[in-house]
Structure formats: C-alpha cells, structure tokens
C-alpha cells in the first residue's frame, strides 16, 4: 500500500457497538457537501476542518485492536474522499474484517460515479445510503436516522446487478 | 467571692455552688478508693474558690474551675483523686462529644432530606426519606459513633477517622457478620423455620420460588451484607420436577376421565403412579423416562383394559400438557420471584434485601427451564416494563457446559448474553479461570464458583480444606485500605510506601481479629436464622446458647483496597491504563498485599483474602479527605472519587481488550472478590455479536467475573426501554413532556433506579465513565 497516502477525518472510534453489527473500528471522515439540516455531525461538513492523517496510522490503530471485527466508514461523506477510503476498506478486507460504509448519495448513482467512488463500492459489504431528512427521523432504528436511508448488501447487489437490501438485521 | 455565676460549656450562665464543686472532688476520692474524705472535699472546694476570687473573672468558665480543681488535688498531694479526676472529666468529654456528634446526625436525619444530604443517599439501595430509613439511620449513625468512642481499639478508631483505613459496615461491629451463600436445597429439605411458624417442603415451583425470596430476607435479618443463593439452578430444578409430576397425573387422569368415563380417575391415577414410585423408584420426568412409562402402560392397560397403545397415548397427551403448563407456572414462579425481590422489605422495611442469584451449570431439562424462564422474565422486566433492580444474577460460564455450540446449555449461555444486554443481568462468572478451575469437581455443584452481592468470593477454607467449597460461607467482615494516601505520603519513594503498605496491612489483620473476637462471642440464638436453620455451615450442631466461634472460621476475613490507579500516579506519575511499567507495579503491589493475606491465612489459621473492595460511599470519603489534606493533586485528589480497586479509571479512554487485558492479572489476586466492566457506548440489545464477544474475551484473558455496563433508559408512558436521549424513541415524546424517564446505572454491582439516589462522588463518576474505545486511543 502507497505509504504516503492519507485521509481528512474528523476522528476515529474503537469499539464502537453502534455502527455495524460487532465491535467496529469506526473512521469519520472529515467534509461533506450534503448539509443535510439536522445531521448528527454538523462538525464534519467542512472539507477544510479535522485533520489529515496517514493510513498507516490508522491502519496501525485498527491492527491494535484484537476485538474488532469489522471497519465503519462514516463521517462525513466517506465518497467524497473515496480514493483514501478504498485503500483502508481494501486493507480491512485483507486483515479478514468487513466494511460498512455511511453515505448521503445513493447506491444507484454511486454505481454511475467516478472511477474511486466504484472502486470503493468493490470493497463494500454493507452500504447504508441516502440524506438523512429530518422529516423522516427515527431513533428506533437501527443503524441509520431516518427512514429513507436503506441498508443495503453491496456484495449481492452487484452481483444480481439489482439493489438488495441487507438482511441479517 | 467576687463572681456570683459561671458559665456553662453550652453558654448558659448559672449561679455558682461551691458545694458542687465539693461533691465533685468527694467523688474523685470515691473513685480513688479513699473514704471519709468529705471535709477534706470541702476545705479543697473552698480553696479553689479562693482561687477564683483572686482571679477576680466576671464570668469563669466550667472548663477553668475543672482546671483549677486538679491542680488544687495535685498541690495538697492527692495523686490518685486527681487522676481519678482527670478520667472522669475525659470520660465526660468523650460522652459530650458523642452526644454532640449524634445530635447533628439526628438533626441531619431529621431535618433534611435525602435531595439534598449526601450521606443520606451513602447507600443508594436505601430510600433515606421514609420513616424506616429515618428510623434505620439513626439505629446505623448511634451504633457508629458508639463502637469507636467506646469499643474499637483506639488507634483503629483513629485510623478509620482520619482515612488511613476503612471499616466496613462499622455500624455493625459488634453484632454480626457479612454475607452467605445460601444452599437452598439444603434449606428446603424438610422445610425450615420463619420467624413464627414451620413452612413444609415445598412442592410446586411456585412455592420454591417464593420460599426462596423468604430464604433471602429471613437470613438479610441476620447479616449486614449480600444475599445469595450459590444453587438457584438446582434448587429450583427440585420444583419445576415436582410441579411436573403433579400435573402429569392430573392430565393423565383427565384423559381417562374423558375417553374411559372414570370419575375417579384422578385417585386412581395418583395412586397407581404412587405404586410404581414406590416399587421402582422411578417417576414421571420432563425427558419422559422410558422404564417409568413402560410399567405406567401396563398399570393402565390392567386396571381399564385397554391396549397399550391407547395407554401411551393417554400418556404423550399427558406429558404435552404437563410440560407446557409446568413451563408456564416456571415463568410465573420466576415473575413473582423478581416481583418479590423487588418488593419486599427488609432491616426494619427500609430496603430491599441485597440479593443474588447463581445459576448456569445444571443441565437437568427441569434446572435448564428454571433458568430459561427467570431469564426471560427478566428480560421482560416488572409489571410496568422496568428493569428489576435485584436480585443481582450471575451465570456460570464453563467449557464444556454451556460455552460453546452443542454443549448442554449453549442456549441458555446465549440467552444470558440477549438478557443482560438489555436489562446489565445476568453478570458473568467464569469458572474456567485458573484460580476457579482447581476447586471444581464435576458432580458437586458446591464446588461450582460462586459470588454473592457485587463480588464477594469464598472458597478455600484453611479450616476445613476438605470442605473447600462455596455452599453455607461468607465473608465475617472487611476492612479497606487507601493506597493513594500511602503513596502521597511517600513522596515517590517506593521503600517508604512499601513500608507503610506494610504497616496498613498489620493494623487490618489486627483489626479484622479484633472483630472477629467479638464476632465469636456470639450465640447462635442471635442468628436465628443463619444460625437456627443451619444455613451456615456446620450451624445446626450448635445449640442456641453456644458461641458461634468454631463456625464462623469457615468465613474469610478480608482486606481490600481502593484506588490502586491514583496510587500509581501518586508513585510514577501514570496509571497503569497509561504505561507497562504502572501496570507491572500495580501487580507488584497487589502481590504484595495478597502473600500478607496468604501468610496470615496459614499463621492464623482462619481465611484472611483479599478482595477488590466494591466501594459506594468510600470512593468518596477516601478522596474527600484525601483532597482536605493534600489539596488538589493532578490525576490523583482531583476527582471527587478514587477509582474502585484495581479499575482502569473510568475517565480514562481506552480499548475494551486492553483494559480487559490490563485488569484479568489483578482477578488472580484478589482471591476475596473482584470485577470487572466494560462501558459501551450504545445499546448492545441491538448488538448481540458485540456483547458476546466482549464476555468470549473477558473468559480468554482469565477475568474471573465480568459484567458489561451501558445505558438503560425506560420510558413509563410507552414502555420503551433502550437509550433515550432527549426524546423517547418508543413514543416521540420529550422528558419534559410527562413522567420523567427513568435512568438505571450500575453502582458498585448493584443497579440503581434513578440517578437521584447515586451518592455525589458517584454522580460524579458517572458523569466521567468513558464508553471504551473514544478518540485518542492510547
């Protein structure tokens, strides 16, 4: 892996139960376009704020962690830094770990996006996609704030090459 | 005479009488044994008045003419009535002093409430606002202040003032010991004696769950600590069997009352059944026992006349029914058993008593549908949705038993994991853990490890080394020490706080003798319960007017510690969360303690061990002190709390495998009780995987007992129980709303309805806990 590369984030959570199902290794990343009025992390929109960090530094934290099984990609818009974020969703993949990816945009159009935003959906388990709209919050459920968001199981999805939703909920 | 009055210490002023002085000093010689003294009384009397007039005060004080009459007794040369004097005036001071100390208790305990009094809220399981709280305190704060003006040795007394040491429950010093595991199989059999009446062996579930609550708030009576029952599984197995074969025969009797229009078919069926018990010892189960079944259908099928195969299935129609009533009556039992626990007053109706429960290892179809429904009550929780505060559960993981897929009680093991990431019980104790393994016998469930109220542990007995066992025992009493006073006091010299480590761990062995003295002059008949139904073990070869003191030596006497993690600051400058090398210390220090429990075990031969001190009020005090006399020193007094024993602080942020990794060693020594936590940050009910595999590592790294903390929020309008923020997720609604939501934490082992109860430094260690694993991973 490119030594050099890095990433903006807005900060890192070890186990974290509230991201994926497990003990997950969660990286916010730092910028997003989206605005979403009521959106969790307001202090993760700025493309110019958090700090930038080398992968192997965050790679170094996930391998210190035994526990952890999978890594989270939130933020923050994780397509937005999706050159960065592949290399760590690869790098989780190889370590035996899955990937859970937050985004506001959504799959469909992701699978038109650019060449990194493709690529990073390669190395996606499980992509939870769509703005979150204050309208439709909802605390009840699980891994997502509001009811348009979908759960959905990328690996299936692209080999039926239709939208599938996750299961094992 | 110029003064015509004196003033008093309480500052009234009064005429003065020389011949109260006169009948003071004539007591003085009485005292001293020197009769006939009263005109030399009198002449002296009259000499410190003639003092006094030389003095020529307006107002002489009652402390000043005191001090005049003993120099006046040691001028003319009366040493002993001096001395004589001068006890009496200190014993006169010491009674003032208590009298004064009580008073402002009691107009504490009167006059304010618990909102807004912290030592009223010392114990949060203690409502200190109702009569019998009041009526409790006051009993509590006398006998406190009593047993160290008049009974501790004095520089015990000293020593648990000042904060070198603390005695726990000192309130009851003189009168009992701590806690039991209960064996309630034991208990039961033959029934056992209430406070006014004999109850008979149970016999249907419903009954054993009941009588098992009484079994607790009876023996809670009699001992200040936790209760527990070490063989909840197999005990109530005994009733969920009994309550089985009852209701066998009644639908087998139905069947035939329906197909064969026998009236009498109830008679005749449990006779019948009587028969073939008595004959072959055989009974209907819950597994259905074939030889059993075999000679049932031919009893049937001679006394009807009916083929074998209609004789069976009258019998599989029988054992459907029977085995889904007794699992609705077994959830019923265990309902009303939470209920009751939750409910049911103890110590002069103050509290509820202190209970725990163990379970997990009995893989009998009956023991394994006890526990299956007293979890799934559990999980359900009270009447009203809440989570049930008591009794504390703890559930035995072994290999080979219920750990991994296809052992017996895999499922149970997996149900304790869903219910206590809902509702934070079950706790999980490991009996694979290297200090618990060695004790186990397979088919001797008294050998099974057991904890009773936050994580009291007994099992070696030096007294009794065949009987190594954790049935009918306790702990008799503890005593913690402060480590961060010994390492601020050393200045960062490790010899200086070794020495005086050493020097805390004489005075609590001699102090925990002291006790234990005392604790030995007891009867039996003052235990009429723990003693009179033989609870304890080896009781009931004592008559009522015998000492307990040959039983009690199956108890352990225990030191414990707080605050290991302020020491290490205080000593090297980071904890042991912060760097190997605190760690590597901590364990050395910890060792130390433990080989001092262990040789004064063998020097004594009585059970000394050291425990990992759960700590609700002393937390505070500790570091309350500490702050008064060392001011505010970084990472150390600046807290309104000392961290629990061995703990990484909770403040502290760090990875849930490392601190469980960094605390496991400190469970191999604390052979007196220990445990550990792990804080996350949301609602593991949603995260089964995360909350298993939390405990999976817990056992792997040798931790011997282990719980997982997070937030349990409940919503009384809807009923929602999870994490509530500001808003309810269940019904939308705000706090402001309505009822307020309810808030339980875990404090100390035990679980707290309401922050409101949480004593200030435990508000003030909740406010810091870190859910593991935030930023800033070190």
Avoid at chain 1, 119 to 143: M, N
Avoid at chain 2, 100 to 111: A, C, N, P, S, V
Wanted: glycine content about 8%.
């Amino acid at each position: 892996m490119n030594t050099e590369a890095t990433l903006r984030i807005a900060g890192t959570v070890q186990d974290s139960i509230v991201d994926g199902p497990g003990l997950r290794f969660t990286v916010f990343v730092q910028g997003c376009s989206h605005s979403c009025p009521g959106c969790q992390n307001p202090q993760t929109h700025d493309p110019n704020g958090g700090s930038t960090v080398f992968l192997d530094a965050l790679l170094s934290q996930l391998d210190g962690n035994p526990l952890t099984d999978g890594l989270s990609l939130s933020g923050g818009e994780p397509m937005e830094q999706a050159e960065g974020c592949v290399l760590l969703a690869r790098a989780a993949h190889q370590r035996g770990l899955d990937v859970w990816c937050w985004t506001g945009y959504l799959f469909e159009s992701l699978l038109l996006g650019t060449a990194a935003q493709q690529s990073l959906l390669q190395e996606i388990d499980v992509l939870v996609d769509g703005p979150f709209l204050l309208e439709q919050r909802s605390l009840a459920l699980p891994w997502r704030g509001s009811r348009n968001q979908r759960i959905i199981d990328v690996k299936k999805s692209l080999k039926i090459q239709k939208t599938v939703i996750y299961q094992s909920l | 005479m110029s003064s015509k009055s004196i003033k008093k210490r309480d500052g009234r002023i009064v005429a003065f009488d020389q011949r109260k002085i006169s009948t003071a000093i004539l007591k003085a010689f009485d005292a001293a044994y020197q009769p006939n003294m009263a005109g030399i009384a009198e002449r002296l009397a009259i000499k410190v008045s003639s003092i006094l007039e030389v003095e020529g005060a307006e107002l002489p004080e009652v402390e000043h003419v005191q001090d005049l009459v003993e120099l006046v007794l040691m001028e003319e040369d009366y040493p002993a009535a001096a001395k004589a004097y001068i006890l009496y005036r200190s014993e006169r001071a010491r009674a003032r002093a208590l009298g004064e100390r009580l008073k402002k208790i009691y107009e504490g305990i009167t006059w304010s409430s618990a909102k807004t009094s912290d030592w009223k809220r010392e114990n949060a399981n203690i409502n200190g606002d109702t009569a019998m709280g009041n009526l409790l305190k006051y009993g509590s704060e006398s006998a406190k202040a009593y047993f160290q003006a008049y009974v501790l040795k004095p520089e015990f007394a000293a020593a648990h003032a000042a904060g070198d040491i603390h005695i726990h429950d000192l309130d009851f010093y003189t009168f009992t010991t701590t806690c039991t595991q209960i064996d309630i199989l034991k208990l039961f059999h033959g029934g056992f004696s209430g406070t006014l009446g004999h109850l008979r062996e149970p016999n249907d579930i419903s009954t054993y769950s009941a009588l098992a609550c009484i079994a607790l708030q009876s023996n809670q009576n009699d001992q200040h600590g936790g209760q527990s029952i070490a063989n909840f599984d197999y005990g109530m197995a005994e009733g969920v069997r009994k309550t089985f074969v009852k209701r066998y025969r009644e639908n087998l009797a139905r069947a035939i009352e329906l197909n064969l229009s026998d009236a009498d078919a109830e008679d005749a069926v449990k006779s019948l059944s009587a028969k073939i018990v008595r004959e072959s010892g055989l009974t209907p189960s819950l597994e259905g026992d074939g030889a059993y079944l075999a000679l049932e259908r031919s009893a049937l099928s001679a006394r009807y006349g009916i083929s074998e195969q209609q004789a069976a299935a009258f019998q599989s129609f029988a054992h459907r029914h029977a085995k889904s009533e007794t699992e609705r009556a077994t959830y019923q039992a265990m309902e009303s058993l939470l209920h009751n626990l939750n409910t049911m007053e103890s110590r002069a109706g103050a509290q509820v008593p202190f209970s725990s429960l163990n379970y997990g290892m009995d893989t009998s179809p009956e023991g394994r549908m006890a526990v299956k429904n007293l979890l799934l009550a559990t999980e359900a929780g009270l009447g009203g949705g809440e989570t049930p505060i008591f009794p504390i559960q703890i559930f035995r993981v072994k290999d080979g038993v219920n750990f991994n897929p296809g052992e017996p009680n895999y499922d149970l093991f997996k149900l304790a994991c869903r219910c206590s990431a809902k509702r934070l019980f079950p706790n999980f104790i490991f009996q694979d853990a290297p200090f618990n393994l060695p004790y186990y016998q397979p088919g001797h469930p008294e050998t099974e490890i057991a904890t009773m109220g936050c994580r009291t542990r007994v099992v070696t007995n030096v007294h009794d080394p065949d009987r190594a066992i954790t049935y009918q025992r306790g702990n008799l009493s503890f005593t913690s020490i402060n480590l961060p006073r010994l390492a601020i006091e050393a200045h960062g010299d490790l010899d200086a706080f070794y020495a005086g480590l050493d020097r805390m761990l004489d005075l609590c062995v001699a102090q925990l003798l002291e006790r234990f003295e005392i604790q030995s002059h007891r009867l039996a008949r003052n235990f009429p319960f723990l003693m009179g139904q033989g609870v304890w073990l080896d009781s009931d070869c004592l008559k009522p007017g015998d000492e307990v003191r040959e039983v009690l030596k199956h108890g352990t006497l225990s030191i414990g510690f707080i605050g290991l993690a302020e020491a290490l600051v205080a000593l090297t400058g980071e904890h042991h969360g912060q760097s190997e090398e605190s760690q590597t210390l901590g364990l050395a220090i910890i060792s130390r303690m433990r080989a001092r429990t262990d040789a004064e075990t063998e020097k004594q031969t009585l059970n000394f061990s050291l425990l990992a001190t759960p700590a609700e009020g002393l937390a505070g005090r500790f570091a309350k002190i500490d702050q008064e006399r060392y001011g505010i020193l970084p990472g150390i007094t600046d807290r309104a709390y000392y961290t629990n024993s061995f703990h990484i602080p909770v403040y502290f942020p760090i990875s849930a495998w490392n601190k469980i990794r960094l605390e496991a060693p400190y469970h191999a020594l604390t052979n007196g009780g220990h445990i550990s936590y792990v804080e996350v940050d949301g609602d593991p009910a949603q995260n089964p995987e995360a909350f298993e595999k939390l405990i999976r590592y817990m056992k792997k790294c040798g931790i011997g007992y282990g719980s997982i903390n997070h937030a349990v929020d409940h919503d009384p309008a809807c009923g929602y129980t999870g994490i509530i923020q500001d808003v309810c997720p269940g019904c939308g609604r705000a706090e402001a709303d309505g009822r307020s939501f309810e808030r339980v934490r875990r404090i100390t082992g035990y679980l707290v309805g309401t922050l409101d109860r949480f004593n200030n430094a435990k508000r003030a260690e909740e406010a810091d806990r870190v859910k593991h694993g935030l930023d800033d991973e070190h």
